[in-house]
């Protein structure tokens, strides 16, 4: 090591200890850090009281905010001299500093490989990394941390299923319905079994407010349907799935239920017990956690039953020329070495939500998107689609006579990130007549005056009104 490395080094671990001085706290349970108890609790698709249609005033007061941004640093950042304001949070959120100090520190006093080796930092290492399984059971209501499987994201999550248990239980002339509402990573996973199988594909449709068409859904559903997938939140169109409720006719019916969660666990409250489905995917990424790394919750007895997705180190038991044994799971789901640093810096993402309280979270982003709506709704020729009961904080929107990559262009010139194009739900879109459109997505960190920032400047641009430089 060079004097400069050593230099690095001591400096690196001197503003860690600076920056993220809780992560040199006892590492036991956190204390909650806003004192109002959890007024919500989840039930059967989130919510067992029904949400206020405009709430009037927010459960989080300008402190809480305050304090909840104080924790990313990257919220002090500018762009093109302005403020930063992320309004991209269904692509990826921010992460708190909690998060990076905990990554950070994972790697400057624990790295080593898990699993194996009988030695101190391996004992940490592996400590850390399944502490870190645990505290996501806890979050998302999971009976046992045995039933969570690090993956590198929703993506891997849903091909996991689709080859496992796709191989397990899926055959010609089955069925797999979809909503017309997914990602195409709830899509295509699908489509490929399909074809390898000879099973059908079926098309879940949705009504013109964007809520899943559950009389259709019902009419669909017969003994030939294997699996249903379906996303808790839509990333386009923000709607809230009644997952519990589809879950329980598709088990009336003999199929299992994958639910992606990708756009719902840093925004609700999420209980896969209460909901029941067998399978529920997110990604790290989303959540305030580290890119890399993704969860897959499964069904203990599903899980046991499943083939390995992957073969080599870490998932076996016993290997011969002839013949392996594999571990249980999780870790059969779990082959080769990992997002180590990833997952434990999940599990810090996952105790920082439980800390702020995914209820309230729910409360404070649906007041922004009452805000939001009524602040867009009246600028001229912009249409929002997606109108459902229960919606999370997603707005996406066309402006007629505007391109979409103009606006985001426009708009990020303004400090104001959102994003456009096809959101990777090309069917949605082009259920609602479109190829393209904008989106803006809110979180925890956003607040009402960057909302009204964002909807002024959107009002600016269609005015004519000349405060953007040509492009
Ligand atoms: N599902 C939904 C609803 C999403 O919004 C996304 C990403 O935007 C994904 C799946 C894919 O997530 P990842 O790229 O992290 O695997």
């Known amino acids: 090591m060079t004097i400069n490395e050593r230099d690095m ?15 040199y706290r006892d590492d036991g349970p956190e204390p909650p850090r806003i004192a109002t108890p959890d007024a919500i609790r989840p039930v059967w698709n989130g919510f067992e009281t029904p949400l206020p249609a405009r709430p009037a005033t927010y ?11 104080s924790d990313f640093p990257i ?75 690090f993956v590198r994201g929703t993506t891997e999550a849903i091909n996991l299923v689709a080859a496992s248990y796709g191989q397990l239980a899926v055959s010609a002339g089955d069925e797999i319905l979809v909503t017309e509402l997914e990602h195409h990573a709830n899509l295509v996973p699908w489509q490929l079994l399909c074809r390898r199988t000879g099973a059908a594909l079926r098309r879940i449709p949705v009504d013109d407010a964007g809520q899943v068409d559950m009389a259709a859904y019902r009419s ?3 003994p030939r349907t294997k699996i249903v997938a379906v996303s808790h939140v839509s990333n ?47 990604s790290g990424h989303k959540m305030f956690g580290p890119t890399g790394i993704g969860i897959l919750y499964g069904r203990q007895a599903l899980l046991e039953a499943m083939p390995p997705y992957q073969g080599g180190g870490n998932m076996i038991d016993q290997v011969t020329f002839e013949e392996s044994r594999y571990k249980p799971p999780p870790h059969r789901f779990e082959a080769g070495t ?12 996952a105790s920082y939500l439980s800390e702020i309280g995914p209820g309230r979270v729910y409360r404070y982003e649906y007041a922004l998107l009452n805000r939001a709506v009524d602040a867009l709704r009246n600028i001229p020729g912009l249409r929002i689609i997606g109108n459902a ?31 456009a194009g096809h959101h990777c739900a090309q069917p949605v879109l082009k259920r609602f007549g479109l190829e393209k459109a904008v989106r803006a997505s809110f979180a925890v960190n956003n ?25």
């Open 447 to 471: 607040t009402p005056e960057e909302i009204d920032y964002f909807a002024d400047t959107l009002r600016q641009l269609t005015g004519g009104m000349r405060i953007f430089p040509a492009i």
């Open 389 to 419: 009961a229960e919606k999370s904080g997603i707005v996406t929107f066309d402006i007629a006579g505007y391109d979409s990559d103009d606006i985001a262009a426009r708009l990020d010139r303004e400090g104001i990130a959102v994003r």
């Open 338 to 349: 990992g997002s180590i640093a990833a997952a434990v810096g999940l599990g810090r993402a």
């Open 220 to 222: 669909l559903l017969s």
């Open 59 to 69: 459960n989080l007061t300008p402190r809480d905010i305050e304090a909840i941004r």
């Open 9 to 23: 080094t001591a400096f690196i671990a001197r503003e860690a200890r600076r920056y993220f001085p809780e992560l």
């Open 75 to 149: 919220l002090k950042e500018t762009v093109n001299g302005r403020p930063l304001v992320w309004l991209d949070n269904a692509a990826t959120t921010q992460k708190p500093a909690c998060v990076i100090g905990r990554l950070c520190d994972f790697y400057l006093r624990e790295n080593s490989n898990i699993h194996r080796g009988a030695h101190a930092l391996a004992r940490a290492a592996t400590e850390s990394y399944e502490q870190a399984r645990g505290r996501i059971a806890a979050l998302i209501g999971a009976p046992s941390p045995d039933t969570i499987v």
């Open 236 to 282: 386009v169109l923000g709607t809230v799935a009644p997952v519990a409720e589809m879950t329980g006719m598709a088990h009336r019916a003999g199929a299992v239920v994958l639910v992606d969660g990708a756009q719902a666990v840093s925004h609700m409250p999420v209980d896969v017990s209460a909901i029941g489905c067998d399978f529920y995917a997110f």
